[in-house]
């Protein structure tokens, strides 16, 4: 990925968008385990409600990946 973290988490985002929306869980997947793991722009509530993961919302690996992370997210 990007060398620098904060630059990741300025464009990982839409590369982890873009990712989803063509469906592509086994490239997805690793993209946002940086992201959720590290500074990013997104949290494992974001992605669950953000419409671009639809297309791999049923997929059940992308599922564990939020339940993951989601104790990370500050209610």
Known sequence: YIDH???WAETGHVVAQILALAG???RLLPVLESLL???SYISAKTV???WHYDPVRNDPRF???LEKY???VEH
């Open 24 to 26: 592509d869980v086994e």
């Open 70 to 72: 989601a104790e990370n």
């Open 48 to 50: 669950d409600v953000g």
């Open 37 to 39: 793991s590290g500074p």
């Open 5 to 7: 973290p904060f630059e």
């Open 63 to 65: 599922q564990a990946l």
